[in-house]
């Protein structure tokens, strides 16, 4: 089982940047996919952007230009630097890694708890 641990949201003005961090931790061989998903109370969890494990990134084109993403394969590590915030980005921001724990194993996703960004006008 691999643990994500979230760390970097809060309360911003529009216009702002917010820099979001996770961490992923124990039993791993191998993380592929990461990535961030945002959700609001009532609508689905929605795709924020990802990152292959060689770099290829992909983004929501509400995002686009406005944040990054980026990983440390080393570490374990995904980062979404998020710029010119506005408050429709307000929402539970989900770390999320798809990941083998044993070479023998199939893929397998695992979240994190969620972190809040509040982006006030």
């Known amino acids: 089982q691999v643990q994500l641990v979230e760390s970097g949201g809060g309360l911003v003005q529009a216009g702002e940047s917010l820099r979001l961090s996770c961490a992923a931790s124990?039993?791993?061989?191998?993380?592929?996919?990461m990535g961030w998903y945002r959700q609001v109370p009532g609508k689905q969890r929605d795709l924020v952007a990802t990152?292959?494990?060689?770099?290829?990134?992909n983004y929501a084109d509400s995002v686009k230009g406005r944040f990054t993403i980026s990983r440390d394969n080393a570490k374990n590590t995904v980062a979404l630097q998020m710029t010119n915030l506005k408050p429709e980005d307000t929402a539970v921001y989900y770390c999320?890694?798809?990941?083998?724990?044993?070479?023998?194993?199939?893929?397998?996703?695992?979240w994190g708890q969620g972190t809040q960004v509040t982006v006030s006008s």
């Open positions: 999320a890694a798809d990941y083998s724990p044993t070479v023998l194993s199939g893929r397998r996703r695992s």
């Open positions: 124990g039993s791993i061989f191998s993380v592929y996919t």
């Open positions: 990152i292959t494990s060689a770099g290829s990134t």
